[in-house]
């Protein structure tokens, strides 16, 4: 994927639901918009926090990493 923004930490962390109307998520230095899915309401999903960078915590969830391709990349993590 290429021409994609690439976003610090930071700019991910105001896309938490909270701050900004975004809900986005990192996995494997790509971000991805959640904010469609019910799953991520008001910026959590179980345990996990949007605005966050996730690719640690996959181990502990009860799904796979195909669940990123249900949502549309919006950028890179830098």
Request: proline share 4%; glycine share 8%.
């Amino acid at each position: 994927m290429t021409g994609l923004t690439t976003y610090t930490p930071q700019q991910l962390a105001l896309r938490n639901g909270q701050d900004k109307p975004q809900i986005w998520v990192a996995y494997k230095g790509f971000i991805y918009d959640v904010s469609e899915s019910r799953l991520w309401r008001n910026g959590k999903h179980y345990e996990h926090w949007a605005g966050q960078d996730l690719t640690a915590e996959l181990g502990d969830a009860p799904h796979t990493e195909a669940v990123f391709e249900k949502f549309q990349v919006v950028g890179m993590l830098k």
